[in-house]
């Protein structure tokens, strides 16, 4: 009886993660390796996002710059960069700058062609940025929606490898793993002992400090 109990709860907690990816959510965990690609370089990084319907956790990890966390929700557009900062901790609530598209800086072109990542069979998209003269390949699936990534949140769906452009250079970002294990809702929550804080007032704060850092997500 206990097993058929405990198998009956397997399937409904199974069939519950199940609908949620059928029905436009993701629930898991996604991991990126971040190569950079325009010239040699030794730091190593990733990315890790966890997904729980609307509420989104972003991981960055980088031999350069330590880690950096990233709390959103789409559903009230609202984001916070966690910051431990000479022994005070913030949760800085900045703009969310996925959900602007007024000005991209790239286009996306359909072209033919499959490539599997991570298990997953994905489509290919030529991409260009403004700047670039020649185009990239990346690749994405239409399984899941591209709005839990925190850039180009307008393809035709989650991108399994992909470039950004920044200051610091071009990067590649490829999909190592996907979990479908849903997270725990306390992942998404901001720990008691991080200050709410908005970003002028952290500026502020730290000018006044004498200050120079600020969080760059």
Known sequence: MQHLRLFLLFILAFSATVNAQQNGHFNGALTYRIERVDVADSVQAKMIIFARDSMIKIVNFSTDFGKQETIK?????????????????FAIQMKDSSSDQSEKSYRFRKIKGHEKIAGIKGKKLAFQYKLMKNELTIVYTDKIPAKYLDAYTDAPGLLLQYYVVNDHGLFKYTLESIDYKTPPLTLFMIPSDYQRISFKDFIEKQQRAGHSSIPNN
């Open 73 to 89: 929700h789409l559903v009230y557009q609202k984001k916070y960069v966690l910051i431990d900062l000479d022994g005070s901790k």
